[in-house]
């Protein structure tokens, strides 16, 4: 059984659609790339993953129907969505981001801060920055607290949605190796990028999302050599 399976899943805005009959799967420890274009419906998907919108089909995660379930319930279960423009608390300081993160796990006090010191390892910067104001910090900044939070939230699978987007390339590299570390760490993650190239790279499956549809699936590298994923996504 995978950790997530995602079944025949539909979700609709008024009149448009936003994906239409989807199927996917994430094996534990796995990293799956979800690629698209803008409008794909790649958000949607991880969105109705974590109940923000309404959906039809089936959506388990380590066998429980996470159809039923509220937004923070899906969290408290491990699925932490790190969304597009990040989700951190603009006028809260670096440190008070993270600790508000942990509400799932408030008791831990010994773990919570163990990976305090993995958060800061990973981004000096953050720790230079601990009392500075989140709206204060770069894009950069502000997409590495983003990952901070998941992170201290210890989930069990990570939704990142375009955690690239708005970066200069050497902070997408940056950013990239950071989620591998992540992985490596025995995190699942689902990730969806308009970043083709890098997502593919670090990924072990791929699925490619088209006007609400999958279009294609499967190994990594094969999505990657695939000549229609090429001219579409990766500018050959
Ligand atoms: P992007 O990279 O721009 O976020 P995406 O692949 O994540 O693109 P979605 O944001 O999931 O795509 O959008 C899928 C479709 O659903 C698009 O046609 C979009 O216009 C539509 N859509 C998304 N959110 C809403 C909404 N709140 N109301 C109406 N239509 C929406």
Redesign the pocket.
Known sequence: MALLEVDDLT?T??A????SGISLTVEEGEVVALI????????????AISRL?PSRGSIRFAGRDLTRLRPHEVTALGVVHVP?GRGIFPRLTVMENLELATWTRRRDREGIRRDLRRVFDLFPRLEERRDQVANTLSGGEQQMLALGRALMTRGRLMLL??PS?GLAPVLVKEIFSVIQEISASGTTILL?E?NAHFALKIARRGYV?E??SIVLSGPAGAVAANPRVKAAYLGA
Not at 16 to 19: A, K, L, M, Q, T
Not at 38 to 45: F, H, I, V
Request: charge should be neutral.
């Open positions: 979700v805005y008024g448009i659609r936003g994906v698209g274009a803008n409008g794909a419906g790649k958000t949607t998907t991880l969105r919108v597009e949605d375009e987007m969806v308009q999302l006007t609400g």
